[in-house]
Structures are given as C-alpha cells and as structure tokens.
C-alpha cells in the first residue's frame, strides 16, 4: 500500500512548489527505507514531472586549469595538500576552450562551462574566460558558464557582459559538516560567492558532493540552504574517491541511496532544476537512467575534471529511450 503521509505532502508540493517541506518533514522522510523510500522516489518523479514535465538539459564542463590548488578539500585530486598523480597545468589556451566547446556542442550539450583549480582567478586568466566565453557564445549558441572559485562583485559583472549566464559555486557539504572537509577557508566565503554572483546579474548553479561521510540530517541541512540561497540549479554529486586524498578509502554510496538521495533534494527544492554530474557512472552503474525518475531533470555529459565519464552519446541515448526531450534536440 502506498505510503500516504508521503502521498499528501506530495500533493501539497504539487500545489505549492513554494511551500517544500519543513526541515522536521525532511529529515522524517530521509529516514523511510524499504517499500517506503521507494514511494519517496515515485512522487519524486510526480513533482519533477509537474515542474519539469519531460525534458532534460544537458551539460559539460572543461577542466581549464588543473592542479596546484591552494585549498585542502578532501576530496580533491587537484588539491595541492594531496599527492595523485593528476596533471597540472595553467590556463588552457582560448583555442582549446572554444574548439572544445564546439565538440560538446555537437555532441549534444546545451551548456559549457569552465572550470578552474585554485582560490581565486587573477586579472588576466579573468581576462582569457571572458574572450573565451564572448567567442563560444556567438560561434555555437551554447549557454555559458563559469566555476571560477571565489568571486567579486566586479568579477561577476564582468562575466555577464561577456555572455556568461550562469556561475557554478558548490558549497559542497552541510556547515556542520563543512570542518572535515575543507579547512583552508570558511562556508560563509562560499556562500559569499553564491550571493555576490546573483547581485552581479548571474544565475547561480550551486550543490554538493554525497558520500563525504555527512549524515542523513546534514544533507537535509545542505539541500535547505541551498533553498534560502535561491539558487537556480542543484548539482549533485557522489563522491568517487580518488588514491591519495584523504577520503580515497570511503566506500561508494549504494545506488539505492544514491536516487533516495536526488528524491529528497527534489521534495526540498521542488521547481528548481537538480542535475547529476561527477560519481554516477561508479556509483549507479546500470542505474543511471534511475536518476530522472529520482527527480532529476538534468545530467551532465562527458568527462569530469580528474575523471573520465561515458560516452555523451550514449546519454542522449539514454535520455531518448527513456521518453525524455532534451532542451535543444
């Protein structure tokens, strides 16, 4: 029998997208397991079908600075406080940029973004995104995006007039948990970047990565405060630990908590758009397609920063077979 407290705070959702749940809802629903949890994914799926409908966005990212980070993220395979063995390199040339960009857009990817290691990018590296991002912006049409570390206010006006749309910022994990994984700087500078982009006149793409060791209640917390923050798109990702950092020996998320998880984001946040990136190949294996009926809307196709993905058409494949529309097909 389906469960109806999950039911009725579904219908309510359907009503008021506005409204999401409590916080003491939430974490009651992070603790339904079995038959139940499988109900919290099914009316997971309603609601991203009552604000999403059937499409998808897809995007891509290319990593164009590697390595030699100053912070020490635990996770992070480009963090300079970890040895393993990923290249470094400076900022990629604005050829590459745009003749990658070009590869993504025909391959299916409505959005690109760049991303680069480190605090905080200098003048002219500054200087480079902006030329990169005016030249793909008028060549393919795609929709631009930045992860560019800490931000000004200067910094975000400068994108947006260089056709930059949106500013990808993770917070990452909950505050309370924020002290195991990054010590180098404080949440509030994070936070501090979401909100500086969106006064400059930027749409903001901020989330997280699952499977750092947080508890059920801290991604609760997390998905919460990406709610106050208003942010325009929820990244999830699950931690795919890599030798050499200090979480290389977590163990992979389940699949199963893994979509419970997307589920809950979704009831918290429930008209925003919530796009799985880094992690899901190794952690959902031949649960990928699991993601949208989760809640999902959005996925991210091709390689990671440090990590390889699949086959972005394999993806599009995928998100066809499933009777999904991707934005832009």
Known sequence: MFHSWVLSITERLLKDPTGSVSSQEACQLAELDGRDAVDLIVCADRIRRQFKKDRVFTCA??????????????????????????????????????????????????????????????????????????????????EICGSLGMLTLPMARKLVENGVTTYHHNLETARSYFDRICTTHAYEEDIQSVK?????????????????????????????????LDVDCIPLNFLNPIPGTRLENRPLMEPFEALKSIALFRFINPGKDITICGGREVTLQDYQSWVFMAGANGLMLGNYLTTAGRKPEQDTDMIRQMGLIRDGA
């Not at 395979?77 to 604005?94: I, K, N, R, W």
């Not at 400059?200 to 106050?228: H, M, N, P, Y």
Request: aromatic share 8%.
């Open 61 to 142: 990212i290319i990593n164009a600075k590697s390595g030699r980070c100053s912070q020490d993220c635990a996770f992070c395979a480009q963090s300079s406080h970890h040895d393993t063995g990923v290249g470094a390199y400076p900022f990629l040339s604005e050829e590459e940029i745009i003749r990658y960009a070009h590869e993504m857009h025909a391959a299916g990817a409505q959005k690109f973004s760049m991303v680069t290691s480190g605090y905080m990018l200098n003048d002219n590296e500054m200087d480079r995104v902006c030329r990169s991002a005016w030249a793909i912006r008028k060549q393919t049409g795609l």
């Open 196 to 228: 500086l982009a969106r006064a400059g006149g930027l749409k903001v793409c901020s989330g997280g990565i699952l499977g750092l060791g947080e508890s059920w209640d801290q991604r609760v917390e997390l998905a919460f405060t990406l709610k106050e």
